[in-house]
């Protein structure tokens, strides 16, 4: 059963501080990676994908992924409380693009 | 461009009813999912099309879930006959089917079983 799991939280910061989320993978052949950012009563928003080692920034965000130790993180730089929302992480299910998605992070932004 | 459509937003029914939520993919994308979410399961997937074939149906919960994709541009999930612990969230999401595209979610159906 391959398994991705992120802390629940929450993860508190205050306004301007970084954000770090991270997710563990069980799977070691995933060869993507992404970041998704849920709003209350919304859906999944795609904000990142990675899927070689090492970093990959976008504005305030950041993807972090290390393969060999089946790790994947985001940093969120410069906090608003916008960004207040609940991240989940999904890796590739190693067929079809079917993704296995973490349960969440829920990220709150203390102004 | 217009996203993954979704329809109902909101259902709300009585035990016992058939439930039918509908999906419209991104014109073009050739995989299609359904996915379920609740708080105490997080985001489930439920069955997924690629080229309008189901793949993978593991996460159907039992028999009272069947799915068709009869074209490229429609797809239906139905619950006959639904239960109040079927109450959840549902969410449609496509994809073109390359190396490393994501997948776009529409705005989900929120159903409620009395």
């Known amino acids: 059963q391959k398994e991705v799991e992120q802390n629940s939280g929450p993860l508190s910061v205050p306004e301007g501080a970084i954000a770090s989320l991270n997710c563990t993978y069980s799977?070691?052949?995933?060869?993507?990676f992404f970041w998704y950012r849920q709003y209350s009563g919304k859906s999944p928003e795609l904000i990142m994908f990675?899927?070689?080692?090492g970093d990959k920034e976008d504005g305030r965000f950041t993807a972090q992924l290390n393969k060999a130790s089946q790790y994947v993180s985001l940093l969120i730089r410069d906090s608003q409380p916008s960004d207040s929302a609940t991240y989940l992480c999904?890796?590739?299910?190693?067929?079809?693009?079917?993704?296995?998605f973490g349960k969440g992070t829920k990220l709150s932004v203390k102004p | 461009d217009a996203g993954v459509i979704q329809s109902p937003r909101h259902e709300v029914t009585e035990m016992g009813q058939e439930v039918t939520l509908r999906c419209k993919p991104i014109?073009?994308?050739?995989?299609l999912f359904w996915y379920r979410q609740t708080m105490m399961r997080g985001l489930e997937l439920l069955i997924y099309?690629?080229?309008?074939?189901?793949?993978?149906d593991s996460g159907m919960p039992e028999d009272r879930f069947s799915a068709k994709m009869p074209n490229a541009s429609f797809s239906t999930l139905k619950i006959q006959p639904s239960e109040p612990r079927d109450s959840a969230v549902y969410f449609c999401?496509?994809?073109?089917?390359?190396?490393?595209?994501?997948?776009?979610f529409g705005d989900g159906t929120r159903l409620s079983i009395l």
């Open positions: 999401a496509s994809r073109l089917d390359r190396r490393y595209q994501p997948q776009h």
């Open positions: 799977d070691r052949g995933s060869q993507s």
């Open positions: 990675i899927y070689s080692n």
């Open positions: 999904a890796v590739d299910g190693g067929s079809q693009g079917n993704l296995i």
């Open positions: 014109s073009g994308h050739n995989s």
């Open positions: 099309f690629n080229n309008n074939v189901p793949i993978d």
